[in-house]
């Protein structure tokens, strides 16, 4: 008679069942900083062998945070370049249009926010205010 444990999936295998490297799109990730304000990383295409892809190209990625009222914010953006000299230089602009982009979601985010306040009807209304 098989055990209950043998019979009930283990939870914890449900979890991971659907964890799989996608072996097609595999990056060798090199970190450059300036240890003040800037981190780019260098995402490079490789085979499952661990050699360079050079059918894909390499990917730059930018990170910085900008202070907001409500703390320090994460900003990260990706870098159009094909060196990282290029990234450098090319980052600041990167950000900016990163940080204009969460600004548009958040200005979004309440714009439907201050759409779901219910206004009650004319009976309601009149009832609240006699």
Same mark, same amino acid.
């Given at each position: 008679?098989?055990?209950?444990?043998?019979?009930?999936?283990?939870?914890?295998?449900?979890?991971?069942?659907?964890?799989?490297?996608?072996?097609?799109?595999l990056?060798?990730?090199?970190?450059?900083?300036?240890?003040?304000?800037?981190?780019?990383?260098?995402?490079?295409?490789?085979?499952?062998?661990?050699?360079?892809?050079?059918?894909?190209?390499?990917?730059?990625?930018?990170?910085?945070?900008?202070?907001?009222?409500?703390g320090?914010?994460?900003? &990260?953006c990706?870098? =159009?370049?094909?060196?990282? $000299?290029?990234?450098?230089?090319?980052? /600041?602009? @990167?950000?900016?249009?990163?940080?204009?982009?969460?600004? &548009?979601?958040?200005? =979004?985010?309440?714009?439907? $926010?201050?759409?779901?306040?219910?206004? /009650?009807? @004319?009976?309601?209304?009149?009832?609240?205010?006699?």
């Amino acid at each position: 008679m098989p055990h209950m444990e043998d019979t009930m999936s283990n939870p914890m295998d449900q979890l991971v069942e659907g964890l799989r490297v996608d072996r097609t799109n595999l990056y060798r990730e090199d970190v450059f900083t300036d240890l003040k304000v800037a981190t780019i990383k260098k995402l490079t295409p490789i085979k499952i062998d661990g050699t360079m892809d050079t059918t894909r190209p390499v990917t730059f990625i930018g990170q910085t945070q900008i202070m907001s009222q409500m703390g320090p914010l994460p900003v &990260q953006c990706t870098i =159009e370049a094909t060196s990282l $000299e290029q990234a450098i230089e090319r980052f /600041p602009a @990167a950000a900016r249009v990163a940080v204009e982009e969460m600004i &548009q979601e958040a200005r =979004e985010m309440q714009r439907q $926010e201050m759409g779901r306040i219910v206004v /009650p009807d @004319a009976g309601t209304a009149s009832k609240i205010l006699s």
